[in-house]
């Protein structure tokens, strides 16, 4: 099967990055867009893929139609994907790979990333691009003389497949750096904001959705407090669309004072299987995604 290939042999192609674009495998000298089986490729194939290619996270996932009429309607040769490219955006300096001062990358050269203006939302975008969870913080503070930034375009960060196309082309300075924390291994997708949606929980670099019969109050009490969203108001499952995706294998049996999803006891191995509507949904009364707090800078 293609998703057993050696990293050397498989690569994204005509993308923004080396993290992007079409599926090719090497068949003997010659590169050949791979022929996929659509109903074997979903969001979990693409991950691992993004991970085999030392990627971050799926961006985006696109199975287009047949690109010749002699092949079978269930198979695609044009598949495009869309991983985050981990060597364009780093955090340093924090207590793990997801919190930190924000670089990015540009020209070749790693420069503190400086937000025009930003929300929590900005800040989701470039944890998923991590590889991260739910952005939990977002903060500039002063920490430096004035030293080389790259300054971050208004309003591209969420529409743009790349973080360095949203960099101004010139030399800025500031004595700032923005500071970011994201969640090491759970987050919210699909949701109407920031302290919403569907749970996942990160295991061995992949992401997973939780069964609704394996979180109880206690646990969505420990999810919003870990993501710095108050208290659970809503939870239950099929919330936020359903998901085909291998579901969490364990309960969570949380007390509720721990500070992590995943410091709490659980059952173990639970064997069973998990209809794709009943994959546990959480809304928490907490933050909307306020402006991130800076000095006013001249244009």
Same mark, same amino acid.
């Given at each position: 099967?293609?998703?057993?290939?050696? !990293?050397?042999?498989?690569?994204?192609?005509? *993308?923004?990055?080396?993290?992007?674009?079409?599926?090719?495998?090497?068949?003997?000298?010659?590169?050949?867009?791979?022929?996929?089986?659509?109903?074997?490729?979903?969001?979990?194939?693409?991950?691992?893929?993004?991970?085999?290619?030392?990627?971050?996270?799926?961006?985006?996932?696109?199975?287009?139609?047949?690109?010749?009429?002699?092949?079978?309607?269930?198979?695609?040769?044009?598949?495009?994907?869309?991983?985050?490219?981990?060597?364009?955006?780093?955090?340093?300096?924090?207590?793990?790979?997801?919190?930190?001062?924000?670089?990015?990358?540009?020209?070749?050269?790693?420069?503190?990333?400086? !937000?025009?203006?930003?929300?929590?939302?900005?800040?989701?975008?470039?944890?998923?691009?991590?590889?991260?969870?739910?952005?939990?913080?977002?903060?500039?503070?002063?920490?430096?003389?004035?030293?080389?930034?790259?300054?971050?375009? !208004?309003?591209?960060?969420?529409?743009?497949?790349?973080?360095?196309?949203?960099?101004?082309?010139?030399?800025?300075?500031?004595?700032?750096?923005?500071?970011?924390?994201?969640?090491?291994?759970?987050?919210?997708?699909?949701?109407?904001?920031?302290?919403? *949606?569907?749970?996942?929980?990160?295991?061995?670099?992949?992401?997973?959705?939780?069964?609704?019969?394996?979180?109880?109050?206690?646990?969505?009490?420990?999810?919003?407090?870990?993501?710095?969203?108050?208290?659970?108001?809503?939870?239950?499952?099929?919330?936020?669309?359903?998901?085909?995706?291998?579901?969490?294998?364990?309960?969570?049996?949380?007390?509720?004072?721990?500070?992590?999803?995943?410091?709490?006891?659980?059952? *173990?191995?639970?064997?069973?299987?998990?209809?794709?509507?009943?994959?546990?949904?959480?809304?928490?009364?907490?933050?909307? *995604?306020?402006?991130?707090?800076?000095?006013?800078?001249?244009?």
């Amino acid at each position: 099967m293609w998703m057993t290939a050696l !990293p050397d042999d498989v690569r994204l192609v005509g *993308g923004a990055s080396r993290c992007a674009g079409i599926l090719e495998r090497r068949d003997g000298g010659d590169w050949r867009a791979v022929n996929v089986s659509l109903s074997e490729w979903n969001l979990t194939s693409a991950e691992t893929l993004c991970r085999q290619l030392k990627c971050g996270s799926v961006l985006s996932l696109e199975p287009p139609e047949n690109s010749s009429r002699t092949e079978p309607p269930s198979y695609s040769r044009n598949l495009q994907l869309n991983c985050s490219d981990p060597d364009e955006v780093r955090l340093v300096g924090g207590s793990s790979t997801c919190s930190g001062r924000l670089e990015i990358k540009h020209h070749g050269e790693w420069r503190p990333g400086f !937000p025009g203006y930003g929300t929590l939302k900005d800040a989701a975008v470039i944890c998923r691009r991590l590889g991260c969870g739910s952005a939990v913080s977002s903060k500039l503070i002063e920490k430096y003389f004035n030293r080389p930034v790259w300054r971050i375009i !208004p309003g591209c960060v969420e529409s743009k497949s790349t973080l360095k196309e949203c960099v101004r082309i010139k030399d800025w300075s500031s004595s700032y750096v923005m500071e970011m924390t994201c969640s090491d291994s759970v987050r919210l997708v699909n949701g109407t904001g920031l302290c919403s *949606g569907r749970l996942e929980v990160k295991s061995d670099q992949c992401w997973s959705p939780v069964c609704e019969e394996d979180l109880d109050l206690q646990g969505a009490q420990v999810v919003c407090r870990e993501l710095g969203c108050g208290a659970p108001s809503v939870f239950k499952g099929g919330m936020f669309g359903e998901v085909e995706a291998p579901f969490w294998t364990k309960k969570f049996q949380c007390e509720g004072h721990e500070s992590a999803l995943l410091d709490c006891p659980d059952s *173990g191995l639970t064997g069973n299987t998990c209809p794709p509507a009943t994959a546990v949904g959480l809304t928490c009364s907490g933050r909307a *995604g306020a402006l991130i707090d800076f000095p006013l800078l001249s244009q």
